[in-house]
Nanobody, 126 residues
Framework: QVQLVESGGGSVQAGGSLRLSCVASGVTVSNNCMGWFRQAPGKEREGVAHWSHRDGTYYISYADSVRGRFSIAQDNAENTVYLQMDALQPEDTAMYYC?????????????????WGRGNQGTVSS
C-alpha cells in the first residue's frame, strides 16, 4: 500500500519561505517519478515540480509560475521528497500535494498521477 505524507506547510508573509516534505512508504522515490501539485481555492489543481531518474540521468521540471523560486529534491535514505519554496507570494497560497506519477510525468498532469498524498496547506499573506 502506497502512502505519501506531506508536512512542513504553514503561514508566512510574502517574501518568506516554506519547505514541504513528503515521506513515502510502499514506493521507492528513487525509482519513481515524484511530483508536487497545488490547488488554490476555486482553481484547478496544477503541477508545480517533478523529479525523475532514468538510466543514470535526473530529470526535473517546474511550472513557469514557480521556476527560479521553488526547488524539488529528494533524500533516498529517508525515502522523502522535498519542495523548497522561496520568495513566496500570496498567489502561492494553496493546498500542496505530493504525488507519484507514471507515463510522461514531466508534463505534470493530474491524469498521470497514480497516487496522491492528502495535502498540506501553505498560506502566504501580503
Amino acid at each position: 500500500q502506497v502512502q505519501l505524507v506531506e508536512s512542513g506547510g504553514g503561514s508566512v508573509q510574502a517574501g518568506g519561505s516554506l519547505r514541504l516534505s513528503c515521506v513515502a512508504s510502499g514506493v521507492t522515490v528513487s525509482n519513481n517519478c515524484m511530483g508536487w501539485f497545488r490547488q488554490a481555492p476555486g482553481k484547478e489543481r496544477e503541477g508545480v515540480a517533478h523529479w525523475s531518474h532514468r538510466d543514470g540521468t535526473y530529470y526535473i521540471s517546474y511550472a513557469d509560475s514557480v521556476r527560479g523560486r521553488f526547488s524539488i529534491a529528494q533524500d533516498n535514505a529517508e525515502n522523502t521528497v522535498y519542495l523548497q519554496m522561496d520568495a513566496l507570494q500570496p498567489e502561492d497560497t494553496a493546498m500542496y500535494y505530493c504525488a507519484v506519477l507514471s507515463g510522461s510525468c514531466g508534463r505534470l498532469l493530474s491524469s498521470d498521477v497514480d497516487w496522491w498524498g492528502r495535502g498540506n496547506q501553505g498560506t502566504v499573506s501580503s
